[in-house]
């Protein structure tokens, strides 16, 4: 989400040569592979995990032995359904399984089983937030290949933990045409497949990888050569390869020089230096040699199953912001931060549901849930590892607002009840907790912290009442946070107003 | 207790469990046939005394508790060397697998196993199921026991072998164009190949996906039938398995059956002794009460030309995974990967396997699919409607198995083509996906060599009872399939 600020600020049309002046249009389009949450492989019955010991979770079908057959996880294909349905997309009731062919060691069985002139679904799309409509083309599915490991030695070790792993490939039209477009298509779309449980959309763990497609021309031109970028495991890298990209077609271009002009070819973006390169050329592309897979009959999707499918689809994030900020009157921007991750969304959502008031519920998330996310006395690696109901918080914002406890108070409250998981009434007792309305301690606590503060004494008389602030702290410190503010603020005005 | 060569598979588990004789004695009997007819037939790549002992002891044991025996209890069967069974050497005869051992087994291998038979070893074939000879075997041809100078067939040689050299009562092959149904005709003894989807294929390395299927030879119908019977299913490791584990015969007879006579099936270049064997076998058909109908297969001059491009591009896909990096053999080559995947391809395949690959690349390759591949395809479905045409006027089809008997080893070793042709009455069925079987119909004389001859009884999508009804009549009318070969294991009352 920290990329919005930016998407702004780039947004523009088209790419002003430095060098000449001219505006060049960027045409992009954008093929997306997300990893599916299934229990197990598209193909077999292995359970994959991230990070597990090499070639441990492997059987006959995933290691490609002979005569093994794949057969199709059902699993699988509901959250491509899924997916597709959330994206606008129509599910075919036909489609099949082909053979990808390649040499490749990371490949067991020689091809890849992909889906090639019939895949499941076609057409959708994500609306861009001034409006513009991007466009899918399709999504298919595909099994996921293993991975080559060259930097051990001499030798290529080869991991087919995630060979067969289901993946869903989405291809848009080039209806994008900046690096701001890219990166807000790719943030919607990962929110969108991450809200239907279909992927953890997880760019670090590989679960969501992106390849980009792009040319330049001149406004009123056909389309020029296009290049295929791979190789960008963040939305950063996206924006910074395009911008790369299309500046050094341009220049290209420019130069005049035909030799110099962009190739049809594959490029590898190169984190390190910045740049694209070279990866192969169309000459060398693959002959993939698509057919049919003979092992699996065709893909039959029955209207009851896209129904079903459909029916258990959550509210999209895009629906639930603008519901957000029409009848619960948050800003855009809470909005946003409560919605980038269903999990967050759903919570507040309950704890609305539950009667707190949808600022406050927004402000605590905000401002103390996410960060105990991390924190090493919490535990929590994840929003949802966070061990608290909705019913928690509320109760908390309800002492709050009834007097029985500060708000400092509340804090110290909220994260007992993460790490010990009892109630808050509870622990509001035995913690002690409640508020001090006792006026002759606050007083004795007040006349302490005046003691030596002649100084500020004398600016708060000389009408600066924000110096006050520095006695405020330390009368609420002697009280350990628990004595009432606006006592604690009136009897220090007083005080000193009496000296 | 009769000799264990002269029992077919139900006799030999019926005397097994009734105590007259024991696991480890057919074991026994099965293996001194081995010392005595394996070196000249060359009929297995591998097999395995010791674990085919130690299964027998279990099964005798199982038999000695008063435990529930299984239909095939303590019958010894070969397989055929593409088959992974765990223990086994499962290398297709090809240098490029030779040592790999399966790291599990094949569905339909586990429910024989579970139904009491005992896997002795892995048998002869050309190399990856690819050839009519077993000539393309990369460790020497099978012999064929009527004549040692000739071929017993492909590719499923040597289990044909040991079944008519009677070393094993039963033994499993892999059809994919005729690869179990024309060694069966050429070694005189029963064949069958079921309705393409009806045996599971998980465990059994694929050559042509949509072609291959398991197929049984024995020495009697109802073994076929029986073995047929217990590798029917679905399987959940096969998902174009179909659901379909009952075999339910009809009637054992072919009275008021329809059969249908292609003249394609009798066309030019048909051996004399083979055209009149089968003649008289349409005869036999008829006095048994069966109706003989003309029909025709129009497009059958065309299957060899689909066969080889459908299967080839199928083999070149299949046959993807052999590059050296997970299992088999690996030659280093330049160092580069691309370099040791070819290297070992380079030195892994045979000339056949290699002709073959090259030519289903070909035919799938940008530019030609549409041409060769796309088109078979078409013409595929044109074979199949000839078939559901062809059925709508009669029951079953009958004609040759194989246009000439067993050849001689070396006779078409130059010419792909001719060895292709030995096939071109058996393709056409496979490309339909049809149920289909050899029975033994006589013999012919070939410069003053007996030679066994087969006929053909091919029936409609999932006939596959009809089939084996129609061969049990005629086995039962004939005493063809009781001829012994020259090289049968005679020796020994076990
Ligand atoms: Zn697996």
Same mark, same amino acid.
């Given at each position: 989400m920290s990329s919005t600020g930016d998407t702004l600020r780039l947004r523009e049309s088209g790419y002003v040569s430095k060098r000449t002046g001219t505006r060049w249009m960027v045409v992009i389009g954008l093929e997306v592979h997300c990893q599916l949450k299934t229990r197990t492989k598209l193909f077999c019955g292995c359970e994959y995990r991230f990070g597990?010991?090499?070639?441990?979770?492997?059987?006959p079908k995933c290691t490609g032995q002979p005569g093994a057959l794949p057969v199709l996880n059902r699993e699988a294909l509901a959250l491509a359904v899924r997916t597709a349905l959330a994206l606008g997309c129509e599910v075919k009731e036909k489609s099949k399984f082909d053979r990808k062919h390649y040499f490749y060691c990371d490949l067991p069985k020689g091809y890849q089983i992909s889906q090639y002139d019939q895949p499941y679904c076609t057409g959708g799309g994500i609306r861009l937030a001034h409006g513009k409509f991007v466009r899918l083309t399709r999504i298919h599915m595909e099994e996921d290949a293993g991975k080559a490991i060259h930097d051990r030695g001499d030798k290529t070790l080869v991991d087919l933990n995630r060979a067969s792993v289901p993946l869903i490939e989405s291809v848009t039209e080039a209806d994008i045409e900046s690096a701001a477009e890219a990166t807000e298509y790719l943030a919607s779309f990962k929110e969108i497949v991450q809200y239907c449980g279909a992927s953890d959309c997880d760019m670090e763990k590989g679960t969501l990888r992106c390849d980009v497609n792009i040319s330049v021309r001149l406004a009123g031109e056909p389309l020029r050569t296009k290049v295929e970028i791979k190789n960008l495991n963040s939305f950063r890298f996206v924006a910074a390869a395009i911008e790369y990209e299309t500046a050094r077609q341009v220049e290209a271009y420019e130069s005049g020089d035909p030799a110099q002009f962009p190739v049809q070819e594959t490029r590898l973006w190169d984190p390190n230096l910045g740049v694209t390169r070279t990866m192969r050329s169309k000459e060398s592309a693959h002959d993939y040699r698509y057919f049919a897979d003979p092992d699996l009959p065709p893909i039959r999707i029955d209207r009851a199953f896209i129904e079903r499918e459909r029916s258990s689809l959550p509210e999209l994030p895009a629906s639930r912001r603008e519901r957000y900020e029409s009848a619960m009157g948050l800003s855009a921007k809470d909005a946003r931060v409560l919605t980038a991750e269903r999990v967050v969304a759903d919570f507040f959502e309950a704890c609305v549901r539950l009667g707190g008031k949808a600022k406050d519920c927004s402000n605590w998330i905000q401002n103390e849930l996410f960060c105990m996310v991390g924190d090493a006395e919490i535990n929590a690696a994840t929003f949802d590892e966070i061990q608290i109901r909705p019913h928690d918080l509320v109760s908390v914002l309800e002492l709050i607002e009834k007097g029985v406890i500060q708000g400092n108070a509340g804090r110290t409250l909220l994260r007992a009840i993460v790490k010990t998981g009892r109630n808050a009434k509870s622990l509001v007792t035995e913690l002690g907790l409640e508020q001090v309305q006792d006026t002759l301690q606050i007083e004795t606590w007040c006349r302490e912290a005046l003691v030596g503060k002649d100084k500020i004494i004398a600016d708060v008389k000389s009408g600066k009442p924000n110096a006050l602030n520095a006695l405020f702290g330390p009368v609420m410190k002697a009280s350990g946070g628990k004595a009432n503010a606006q006592v604690v603020r009136e009897t220090l005005q007083r005080l000193i107003e009496e000296m | 207790m009769s000799a264990y060569s002269e029992l077919d598979a139900v006799a030999l588990a019926a005397e097994t469990s009734a105590g007259k004789r024991s696991a480890q004695d057919n074991v026994a009997a099965c293996f001194a046939a081995v010392g005595q007819l394996d070196r000249e037939l060359n009929v297995f790549l591998n097999t395995d005394r010791l674990r085919a002992e130690a299964a027998a002891i279990e099964l005798d044991r199982r038999a000695a508790a008063g435990e529930e025996l299984g239909a095939l209890h303590g019958v010894p069967i070969a397989l055929k060397a593409n088959m992974c069974t765990v223990g086994f050497e499962s290398n297709c005869a090809s240098r490029i697998l030779a040592g790999y051992k399966a790291p599990y087994t094949a569905t339909f291998v586990e429910r024989l196993v579970a139904a009491g038979a005992i896997p002795v070893g892995m048998t002869n074939m050309d190399e990856f199921a690819m050839g009519s000879s077993s000539e393309n075997s990369a460790f020497g041809p099978t012999r064929n026991p009527w004549d040692k100078a000739r071929t017993s067939g492909g590719s499923s040689a040597g289990s044909a072998a040991a079944v008519a050299a009677g070393i094993t009562p039963i033994a499993l092959g892999s059809d994919t164009g005729g690869s179990v149904r024309q060694p069966a005709a050429l070694c005189g003894i029963f064949g069958f190949k079921p309705t393409y989807g009806r045996i599971s294929r998980y465990g059994l390395i694929a050559f042509g996906s949509s072609l291959d299927q398991v197929s049984p030879f024995a020495r009697s119908v109802r073994d076929l039938e029986l073995v047929t019977r217990l590798m029917s299913g679905t399987d959940v490791?096969?998902? =174009?398995?179909?659901? !379909?584990? !009952?075999?339910?015969?009809? +009637?054992g007879d072919v009275q008021g059956l329809r059969i249908g006579v292609p003249k394609e099936y009798f066309a030019d270049g048909l051996e004399a002794g083979v055209r009149a064997r089968c003649e008289e076998a349409i005869a036999t058909l008829e006095r048994l009460g069966a109706t003989i109908v003309p029909v025709t297969l129009p497009h059958s001059q065309h299957a060899i030309a689909v066969y080889y491009v459908v299967a080839t591009a199928e083999a070149s896909s299949n046959l993807a995974r052999f590059e050296g990096v997970r299992f088999g053999a690996r030659v280093e080559g330049d160092g580069s990967l691309q370099g040791m995947f070819a290297a070992t391809r380079e030195a892994g395949f045979g000339p056949e396997v290699k002709r073959r690959i090259l030519l289903g690349t070909y035919v799938l390759s940008a530019g030609y699919y549409d041409a060769w591949y796309g088109r078979a395809l078409k013409v595929r479905t044109l074979l199949r409607r000839d078939f559901e045409t062809a059925f709508e006027s009669c029951d079953l089809i009958v004609g040759p198995t194989s246009p000439e008997p067993a050849f001689e080893l070396g006779s078409k070793t130059d010419d792909p083509v001719a060895m292709y042709l030995s096939d071109v009455l058996t393709v056409p069925v496979s490309l339909a996906g049809l149920p289909a079987a050899s029975v033994p119909c006589g013999f012919t004389d070939v410069g003053g060599v007996r030679l066994p001859v087969g006929l053909q009884i091919i029936g409609p999508h999932r006939a596959d009872a009809r089939v084996l009804c129609a061969a049990r009549a005629f086995e039962a009318a004939? =005493? +063809?399939?009781r001829e012994r070969a020259p090289a049968f294991a005679h020796g020994g009352a076990a």
């Open positions: 597990a010991e090499p070639n441990s979770i492997t059987c | 490791n096969d998902s =174009t398995c179909l659901d !379909e584990p !009952e075999l339910q015969l009809e +009637h004939t =005493t +063809h399939a």
